[in-house]
């Protein structure tokens, strides 16, 4: 039995919507999925409901944008309560501050010769938190940039002309929320912004676990963070982090989970949401 514990659908940046999710989670046989869009767990409800359908294990989760020591980091929340108030007035915060972006975005964009329309980004994006991926689509359709990764390279990554950064709220801030809200908090991707020097204080802050298996970590990656999850007696998880078709193949079935994983994260949340449940 294995689990995908990181997916995304048209809720954030993915081209699936959560049905569409489902049913290529049942073709590859999962026993367990976590719905994690950035900053948003609208899309769970139906996920939830298609996992009923399709006898798949429903996981609720977000992926929430956190900076520490000036550093991009992505903090998954597990099996958190999607209707805590807290959380979802955190939530609609983090949604206003990207569709502001996007309008500053445009307008960089527009200074630069570049015809672009707010407008045409949010009815392409059709969610609460849209980000550069959908400017990007929204280029390429305008025929404006040829691919993806060309919108990216000219427009839209740090130092480029329509670069704009988001407001990013603090790892420990991040954790205490996703513990607020009855859930578990893991590090997403580490093989990604590799800051390992962030660890101790994120551990310090509550930390459950890290995401050993990603598609971007090579076996030695993995490894890597293994023992580190082994040293600080961090619950380990994976995922694929698939987006659909928005970056070619879409990735679900490429990391596979064993379900023991699922179990332990499970009995933490148990706790969490006792302890969340006191406080
Ligand atoms: P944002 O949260 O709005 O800053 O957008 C970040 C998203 O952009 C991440 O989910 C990445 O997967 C995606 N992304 C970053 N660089 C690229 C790229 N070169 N091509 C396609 N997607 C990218
Ligand atoms: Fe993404
Ligand atoms: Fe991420
Ligand atoms: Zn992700």
Redesign the pocket.
């Known amino acids: 039995m294995f689990a995908d514990l990181h997916l995304h659908t048209q809720f954030s940046?993915g081209t699936y919507s959560p049905e569409e999710m489902v049913t290529e989670a049942r073709r590859h046989d999962l026993a367990a999925l976590a719905l994690t869009d950035?900053d948003t767990v609208e899309g769970c409800p139906r996920a939830a409901l298609a996992c009923q359908s399709a006898g798949i294990e429903f996981i609720p989760g977000t992926e929430l944008?956190a900076e520490q020591a000036d550093k991009e980091l992505h903090i998954l929340g597990y099996l958190i309560d999607v209707h805590n108030p807290r959380l979802l007035t955190e939530l609609a915060r983090f949604q206003t501050v990207?569709q502001n972006?996007i309008r500053e975005m445009v307008t960089l964009l527009n200074q630069a010769q570049v015809p672009l329309k707010a407008d045409a980004v949010f009815a392409l994006a059709n969610c609460r938190a849209p980000?550069?991926?959908h400017v990007?689509r929204a280029l390429v359709q305008a025929g404006l940039c040829s691919s993806?990764?060309q919108a990216?390279?000219r427009f839209l990554?740090k130092n480029r002309p329509a670069w704009v950064p988001?407001f990013k709220m603090s790892a420990s801030a991040a954790i205490e929320l996703i513990h607020h809200a009855g859930g578990v908090a893991v590090m997403a991707h580490p093989g990604l912004t590799r800051s390992d020097e962030v660890i101790p204080g994120m551990v310090e802050a509550g930390l459950d676990g890290i995401e050993c298996f990603h598609t971007k970590h090579s076996t030695a990656t993995a490894e890597h963070y293994l023992e580190i999850a082994d040293r600080f007696h961090l619950l380990v998880t994976g995922g694929s982090d698939c987006?659909g078709l928005?970056?070619g193949k879409p990735l679900i079935g490429t990391v596979k989970l064993p379900y023991q994983h699922v179990e332990k994260l499970k009995l933490r949340a148990e706790e969490r949401k006792a302890a969340a449940a006191r406080s």
């Open positions: 940046d950035h944008t990207r972006r980000g550069r991926p990007a993806l990764d990216f390279e990554k988001k987006h928005s970056k």
